[in-house]
């Protein structure tokens, strides 16, 4: 079906992501300490927090007193069609074994290994503090 009105997408990119947590100074300081993204202000008690990541894009970390993860079930991701706990977020670096390091390090939910997923790069799952899921890949290097 064509764009009646437009003949290109009208989204261009995801510019920032609400996430639940449930204290947003912890979760801040969490952000920060293990995935090296910049507070961009001061934590207002009961406002939630705003990270910045490494090419400026925010992360709103916002107060959620019932502690709802950000994840959902779905049978759409395995090839076998069992139930898998899906990310909502798949983020990009650019040191995915730095990142894997300071996530076991923390003591965070994160995957064992590494998976190299050949034209799909390197990938892992993990979760923060909060139970929040989310997939981190590097690009395949370019030979």
């Given at each position: ?35 090296g993204l910049k507070l961009r202000s001061p934590v207002k ?19 959620c007193p019932n502690g709802v993860p950000l994840t959902f ?71």
């Amino acid at each position: 079906m064509k764009n009646i009105i437009a003949d290109k997408a009208l989204l261009k990119r995801i510019d920032c992501a609400y996430l639940p947590v449930t204290n947003a100074e912890a979760a801040a300081e969490w952000y920060s300490r293990v995935l090296g993204l910049k507070l961009r202000s001061p934590v207002k008690p009961g406002r939630g927090a705003i990270m910045i990541m490494g090419e400026g894009q925010w992360l709103f970390l916002l107060p959620c007193p019932n502690g709802v993860p950000l994840t959902f079930p779905t049978t759409g991701w395995t090839k076998d069609e069992e139930p898998f706990e899906m990310f909502p977020l798949c983020f990009e670096t650019d040191d995915i074994r730095s990142l894997h390091a300071s996530l076991l390090s923390s003591g965070a939910w994160v995957e064992e290994q590494i998976r190299d997923e050949g034209d799909c790069g390197l990938q892992l799952n993990f979760k923060d503090p909060d139970g929040n899921k989310f997939q981190a890949w590097q690009a395949p290097r370019q030979e």
